[in-house]
Each structure stands twice: as structure tokens, then as C-alpha cells.
């Protein structure tokens, strides 16, 4: 999986999620700091799942 298409994924996961919390009027700034934070556990998701893996020894 690369890390672009893991990220373009995420990044449509949490559009959604700031568009829900939109029609449920929460307030601006808590859907901006929702979505900082979502986009920080995204980028180490997508780093943590798209490392190679260190050849051992």
C-alpha cells in the first residue's frame, strides 16, 4: 500500500468527519482541532504502515 494512497484515503476519512460536524453545528474551532489532530494519527498511520521494514542483523 503506498503512503499516497493511505494518506488520499485518510484525507477523504476526515473531510467527512469535518462535514458531519459541521451539520451538527459544532463550533469551528473544535472541528479544527479535531481535524489537526486526525490529520497527525493519519500521517503516523500511514508512515507506520508504509515503512520498509529494517533488514535484520
Known amino acids: 500500500m503506498s503512503f499516497g494512497l493511505y494518506a488520499a484515503g485518510f484525507a477523504i476519512v476526515i473531510a467527512?468527519?469535518?462535514?458531519?460536524?459541521?451539520?451538527i453545528?459544532?463550533?469551528a474551532h473544535w472541528i479544527a482541532?479535531?481535524?489537526i489532530?486526525?490529520?497527525g494519527v493519519g500521517i503516523l498511520?500511514?508512515?507506520?504502515a508504509t515503512r520498509q521494514k529494517d533488514p535484520a542483523g
Open 33 to 35: 482541532v479535531g481535524a
Open 25 to 27: 453545528h459544532v463550533p
Open 37 to 39: 489532530i486526525l490529520l
Open 45 to 48: 498511520s500511514a508512515v507506520k
Open 16 to 23: 467527512g468527519l469535518i462535514y458531519g460536524a459541521y451539520l
